[in-house]
């Protein structure tokens, strides 16, 4: 039955098969969607800015709802008693503080934050340089290359582990931990069991990992950022031990498949968009609009989910303390009543109009991503020098397999000519 609250009609499945889908209730989660989610999105979002997911979770759709719930401190990360309903088998505090509410949340962000300055970014662009220029030397030598396997996967991993002081012989396994924990970013309602579980187990793995790092930077401090937070102190306060486990193994996570993915997507949009591909070519200078651009267009993190910390409106509806929303990010990147023509991918978007919405990619409020800078750093860089350098640069084959995750979206390989 409709919610027409304050006259705005909020569909559950059963009415949304009837009103808009000829060929069933909304799929756009499902894996024959994975490879062009967006025009279920659009038809979703075109229907009702609230949707009743068959789980019982409300799905927020559109750019102005989105944002009211990202900025508002009483749309929490779990609920009052520090649960968070999507993963339920976590206590609160056996979490990364991305995971937290304030008050916890503003004091572990501020001690984190700390080894992220404006300045520690800077520092780490002639790292990313290398890091990309080595790449692509590589994969312009083999002229045929899997583009995540050979860059768009080895560039944020080996960029966050020499941050973080990750040796290379174990950095292969810190990226299965971190793609498994990609996976885990999806809601637990919309998980399978085997994956809740090695979702679980990943956490272990990388948390004893860390535990034996931490230990040894104790002893013998690097300039890497986990010497950097075993040393954070503000006004008498420090991270905890298990404050550092889980914001060592949330950097790992956070700082590396997102990256792939707007690597990977993105660079398979500029193949579909030639066009867009030979004007970023003739103007590098338009690097960072052109990398706004895509992240409005190919969100890293296609969906976010909060808890209403007491009776909240959103949309015409009422949200019962406690009661958990899931917010459509790559839906809201595209709302045509925020963004024109937003379908279409215009890397000139962003350098044509100074104040053109901003992309909710990175969230926005008090949990904007801690590490956005760094993630566009590498875009940029990595964007610009694969453009460059690859005059070729096109599709091998039409078939692409994908991943299963929903939240952090991309596909498994990307064949790619180069020269």
Known sequence: MADTTSGTAVLDSDELDRNIFDDGVFDGF?????????????????????????????LATRYHDCVSVLTEAKWGRADVNGVNPFAPEYKIENLPFLWHDPPD?????????????????????????????RLLD??????????????AYPLPLIVISELLGVPEADRAQVG????ILGRGVDPGLLLPPD?????????????????????RRRVEPTDDIVSELVAVEEQGDVLSELELLNTCVMLLNAGFETTVSVLANGTLALMRNPAQLRLWRANPDIAT????????????????????????????????????????????????????????????RYGRQ????????????????????????????????????????????????WLDNISLRRMRALPVRLR
């Open 30 to 58: 499902e894996p024959h969607r994975r490879g062009d989610p967006y025009p279920r999105y659009r038809a979703l979002q075109d229907a009702t800015p609230l949707y009743k997911l068959p789980e019982g979770v409300y």
């Open 105 to 133: 949340h503003t004091r572990l962000r501020r001690l984190v934050s700390k080894a992220f300055t404006p300045r520690a970014v800077a520092g780490w662009r002639p790292l990313v340089e290398r890091t990309v220029t």
């Open 138 to 151: 590589d994969a312009l030598a083999a002229g045929e290359v899997d583009l995540v396997e050979a860059f």
């Open 176 to 179: 299965r931990w971190s793609s």
């Open 195 to 215: 994956d809740i579980a090695a979702r679980a187990q990943a956490m272990r793995d990388g948390v004893a990992y860390f535990r034996e790092l931490i230990a």
């Open 289 to 348: 609009a052109a990398v706004e651009e895509l992240l409005r267009y190919e969100p890293p993190l296609q969906i976010t989910t909060r808890v209403a910390h007491e009776e909240m409106e959103l949309a015409g509806r009422t949200f019962a303390a406690g009661e958990s929303l899931v917010l459509l990010i790559a839906s809201a990147n595209r709302d045509p009543d925020v963004f024109a023509d937003p379908d279409r991918l215009d890397i000139t």
């Open 354 to 401: 100074a104040a053109a919405p901003s992309v909710l990619s990175f969230g926005k409020g008090i949990h904007f991503c801690l590490g956005a800078a760094l993630a566009r750093l590498e875009l940029e860089i990595g964007f610009d020098q694969l453009i460059r350098r690859s005059p070729g640069l096109a599709q091998v084959g039409d078939e692409l397999s």
